[in-house]
């Protein structure tokens, strides 16, 4: 009974670690390699429309938009947000609905590889992952694959796709309104348009601006190396 309980345990453990190293060795190649897919674009409902730009070709208010609308802390943080979690509960606990806590390394290693749906199951290897992406990735890295997968609309992922479909032009060449606006389309781009926005989030891309005023150009500096 005990040998047949550690030849149990032993292929338990051969699984796991051949995974852990097939998922290490992924991230490492998609460390240098732009993603060729992800989860998201294979389930996606509509023909996939996506064009790879590289993070050092934005403005560096570009990403900035999405930190001060999705993540202000991302700088600081390893993956996971504790303290945006802690404060998603206290409000929850004073009434106030459950918003999410994701970061924008989760929010990566879910468009990346797992599936929209909720659950404790998506939640745990979303954290694993989190933290593997910091490890290995790095914060710029992290940033610039979010940047080029995120969804913008039906079937249009990535900043570069997004901003020739609204604006007609490169994201290199994005305002900070524009920047603002598509960081507001997350996380429901697939009903929302920059250019006919509710007046809720007119005054989310305010919000959005006026909170990347207030963390500065040079907030992502130490990131972005300029």
């Known amino acids: 009974m005990a040998k047949r309980k550690r030849s149990v345990l032993g292929k338990i453990w051969f699984v796991v670690w ?6 290490f060795l992924i991230l490492l190649v998609f460390r240098f390699v732009p993603p060729p897919t992800t989860s998201f674009m294979l389930q996606s409902p509509y023909p996939v429309t996506q064009q790879w730009i590289s993070i050092d070709k934005l403005p560096p ?3 900035l938009a999405f930190v001060a609308s999705e993540d202000q802390r991302f700088p600081y943080h390893f993956g996971i947000d504790f303290t945006a979690i802690g404060n998603a509960i206290s409000q929850y606990d ?15 290693a879910k468009n990346l590889f ?35 997968i995120a969804e ?7 900043i570069e796709a997004a901003s020739q479909h609204y604006f007609g032009k490169s994201a290199s060449k994005l305002t900070k309104d524009e920047a603002a606006r598509l960081a507001v389309l997350l996380p429901n781009p ?9 007046p809720y989030l007119l005054k989310r891309v305010n919000w959005v601006e006026q909170q990347m005023q207030q963390l500065g150009a040079g907030y992502l500096k130490p990131i972005l190396g300029r």
């Open 114 to 148: 797992l599936w929209p749906a909720r659950s404790f199951i998506r939640k745990g290897l979303g954290a694993v992952l989190a933290v593997s992406l910091e490890a290995i990735w790095g914060r710029k890295r992290i940033l610039e694959v979010y940047l080029n």
């Open 190 to 198: 697939r009903e929302r348009d920059p250019n006919h926005l509710t």
């Open 152 to 158: 913008f609309g039906k079937g249009i992922y990535g």
């Open 18 to 23: 051949r995974f852990f190293l097939v998922l």
């Open 61 to 63: 208010y570009v990403p």
């Open 94 to 108: 004073d009434g106030d609905g459950l918003r999410g806590a994701s970061t924008i390394t989760q929010q990566t």
